[in-house]
């Protein structure tokens, strides 16, 4: 099987997908609570996982692409009430992606996309690549899994029309690539309020709130109807769109 990870490639190796033209695909995550049933570690896990599996099909396809270790901390000061979470401030987080997306271009990569697995970095990252594409003067791009594979998802999902938070979606996913991390003891508890998207169109206003006035649970959605073959359906219909995308765009 053709490796993907650069930090399983020796530096020839890498060179050489770099001069083969091969995308860089970057996982952003979060290390912020996730209820009482998940680990802290969920958005991190799944931008990678989503990646890995996008890079795969771009093989099958015959086509390279190397999947960048993951940036594990994000914007998540809503959740630092719950504990269990590390957040940065804006221009830190700024700064650590221009510096990680210079490193990738200096190693000989044209192309980068920005893999998203946390809602609260969305509008940030939508900004920041602008701004890296212009400064760095190669092409950006950001997405994050679950919108990339929003349509399908739908489908997939029986008590929710979109991933949330700790919810149906999310435990059906790390379910299915770490079932040893879910406490299944704690599923019962795992319930709180439907929320949009912070990039939903219908938040016409913004107003900063921590996350536990939303939630006491620390749950958005239900994650009593999880179950690992959801889980691997969704990975895969994520992953899919984004290879379908990167295919088209190198």
């Known amino acids: 099987m053709t490796e993907v990870l650069w930090n399983r490639m020796t530096a020839p190796e890498l060179r050489k997908r770099a001069a083969q033209g091969a995308p860089v695909l970057l996982p952003v ?17 799944l931008s990678a996982e989503a990646c ?8 099958d396809h015959e086509r390279p692409a190397v999947v960048a270790p993951s940036l594990w901390c994000g914007l998540s000061d809503h959740h630092l009430a719950f504990g269990g ?35 609260g970095n969305i509008t940030a990252l939508n900004a920041i690549s602008n701004e890296l594409t212009r400064e760095l003067s190669i092409p950006i791009a950001v997405t994050s899994y679950f919108l990339a594979g929003m349509e399908r998802t739908a489908e997939i999902l029986e008590d929710q029309p979109t991933l949330m938070h700790a919810c149906e979606g999310e435990t059906s996913m790390i379910m299915a690539i770490a079932p040893d991390l879910v406490d299944r003891t704690r599923l019962a508890e795992a319930t709180g309020p439907h929320i949009a998207l912070q990039s939903d169109a219908s938040h016409v206003f913004h107003a900063s709130r921590s996350f536990k006035e939303v939630t006491s649970s620390g749950v958005a959605g239900d994650a009593r109807a999880a179950t690992p073959e959801k889980g691997e359906a969704i990975l895969d219909a994520c992953a899919q769109a984004i290879a379908e995308w990167l295919l088209k765009w190198s």
């Open 29 to 45: 995550g979060s290390t912020e609570q996730h209820g009482p049933h998940l680990p802290t570690g969920v958005d991190d896990f």
């Open 52 to 59: 890995s599996r996008a890079a795969a099909i771009m093989v």
């Open 85 to 119: 979470t590390f957040s940065l401030t804006l221009p830190t987080y700024h700064a650590l992606l221009r510096d990680l997306c210079r490193s990738i271009i200096t190693a000989g990569f044209g192309k980068i996309l920005i893999v998203n697995g946390h809602g």
